[in-house]
């Protein structure tokens, strides 16, 4: 399935985009969240792999990749289990670089394909250091979603909106992920730049807590990614019906901001 084909038919349609995080091997049900998340009205779905040092996440998702690890996730595994994974959206990984390299450019983008995953997104391999990794990666159909930051310089915005494929991820704000009580200016002012320097889809994260949060950070991209708050969800004891019924507040507001 092609990311970016999909995410943009959607979005020219009229349709404001949505794409939840999970945190893989987070419980033995997991992968039934996934399933769960997609069914209730996910365009695609962002799927953690667990890492030790997780440096753009807050408190909530190190907690669950710790909890992931402590029970036994390894990235093998988890791209593994993605394969069982049937669903009728696209699947990206959120990975940092050290299992990347750890397992090899080629062999890490080639396990993703074989999994059914879609595209990969490594936060801490910024543009000037893709290299070898991006060739790996467009050998294999896999789609590298880079990152914009609000302290982006215009130039560089424009490099990384050419670069990136499937989506452009515009940061919400300055930090670390996490839910927030309000958005602040930085998220539409993100949206803004981003979709005056793209045609790409543009989809915010980070600090997108909850469905008004997400129409206000929609307004100005073509759609949200929602982690902590789904994630915390998860860590508090729900399951895929609790994961579910989430994602669905979600996507009846989106809609209903647009229709």
């Known amino acids: 399935m092609n990311l970016e084909k999909e ?3 959607k979005r020219d349609a009229g349709r404001k985009l949505l794409v939840p995080y999970v945190t893989g091997g987070l419980g033995g049900r ?7 998340v997609a069914d209730a009205g996910a365009d695609a779905i962002e799927v ?3 890492f030790s040092d997780p440096v753009m996440d807050g408190a ?4 669950a990749s710790q909890r ?3 029970i036994g996730a390894t990235p093998a595994g988890i791209i593994s289990q993605l394969e069982t994974i049937d669903v009728h959206v696209p699947l990206v990984v959120m990975t940092y670089y050290n299992p990347v390299a750890h397992a090899g450019h080629e062999r890490f983008a080639n396990a993703l394909k074989a999994s059914g ?16 990794w991006a060739v790996a990666a467009d050998a294999a159909d896999i789609e590298t979603v880079l990152l914009a930051a609000p302290n982006t310089t215009d130039e560089r915005l424009a490099a990384i909106c050419a670069r990136s494929r499937g989506f452009v991820y515009g940061v919400a704000l300055m930090g670390v992920t996490g839910e ?11 949206g803004a730049r981003c979709k005056a320097a793209t045609d790409r889809p543009v989809l915010l994260g980070v600090g997108i807590s909850n469905a008004s949060q997400a129409v206000e950070a929609a307004s100005s991209a073509d759609g949200v990614i929602v982690g902590s708050a789904l994630v915390r969800r998860l860590l508090d004891g729900g399951g895929p019906d609790e994961a579910a019924a989430f994602v669905a507040e979600l996507r009846a507001g989106l809609d209903q901001s647009i229709g």
């Open 7 to 9: 995410l943009r038919a």
């Open 30 to 36: 997991w992968t039934d969240v996934v399933r769960a």
């Open 48 to 50: 953690g792999i667990p």
């Open 60 to 63: 909530t998702i190190q907690e």
């Open 68 to 70: 992931a690890l402590e």
């Open 117 to 132: 995953v879609d595209g990969a997104i490594v936060p801490d391999l910024p543009l000037d250091e893709l290299g070898d």
């Open 180 to 190: 927030r009580d309000h958005l602040t200016k930085q998220a539409g002012a993100m």
